[in-house]
């Protein structure tokens, strides 16, 4: 593959979409696969906590997923490329990350289960994509770079270390950060409090209307990071109801755009990762846009917010 421009993992990794798109939308349907099997065997937690996936020190991984007496993960290892199962009683099965078809994907990794003796059963096509086709018969995307795909993790590291440090200043209810396999990005969503109009119906392919009412019950304020919105990905921001007036106000850094088709405001990756300082710039963006949600929405921010409670990691 050609025309990367990248940096090492550890930094902000370069990643044109363009270079990677095929890979991007065959990886996508692989963790659709994972998180619905966490779906399938995880008890509900509100929003649909307990679907996500997260950035782990080598990939994506479910976390602890309970089956029976005991538990399993699942992890994309993007560094040696494979995909582990690991389950409490000591067993393991591992799958190749390689180039090979959704469908082939779906049937190794239902048969690992079903030999480590784990029954799923899941919902076996994919949501909020058009057209959805059926796992078991998708032949059509079936790319896998590895190259592509660590420095895409390595995206995941930057932003997901970014947003654990913005999600520490809010006391309030606040989700972790944790990546939305739907969509395919990684996000962070803090709450007011205050219960939030019904959502509105439509809109999302092949998502039922009562996922995102659940999704959307309290008043909120989201951001996130997405392999798509500019040339490598870009950084959003929204809220849901958006308060008037949101949509002009003025955020920093000067990159940064409010897309009235998105009904977002849009920072792309690469303006982050060009810059003299990139944890400064994006940092700008988090807090700019909550506050412009927070002071516009009416958020009570003396009760939400965490400016009195200090950073104890100099005590460890």
Known sequence: MTGHTTEQVGSWPRLRVADWAETRDTLQMWTQI?????????????????????VSPRGLNTSAIPY??????IEFDFIDHRLRIRVSDGSLRELALEPKSVSRF????????AELGIQTRIHAR???????IPF??????ASYDPRSARLFWGQLLQANRALG???????????????????MDLACTRFSGRPAPPHPSGGIPNCPDWVTTEAYSLELASCGFWPGGGEEGAFYAYAYPEPAGFADRPVRPAAASYQRDLGEFVLPYEAVAAAA????V???????????????????????????IADHRHLA
């Open 34 to 54: 994972v998180g619905k099997i966490r779906l399938a065997h995880a008890p509900m937690v509100n929003h649909w906590w307990q679907v996500t996936l997260y």
């Open 68 to 73: 029976r007496t005991g538990a399993f993960d």
């Open 106 to 113: 779906y049937a190794e990794i239902m048969l690992a289960l």
């Open 126 to 132: 994919p949501n909020e994509v058009a057209p959805a």
């Open 136 to 141: 078991a018969e998708d032949f059509r995307h």
């Open 165 to 183: 440090e913005f999600r520490s200043q809010f006391v309030g209810k606040i989700s972790p950060v944790h990546l939305f396999w739907g969509a």
């Open 277 to 280: 300082d990139p944890d400064r």
């Open 282 to 308: 994006l940092s700008e963006f988090l807090h700019d846009t909550y506050e412009a949600v927070a002071e516009l929405g009416g958020w009570d921010r003396e009760a939400l917010e965490a400016a009195h």
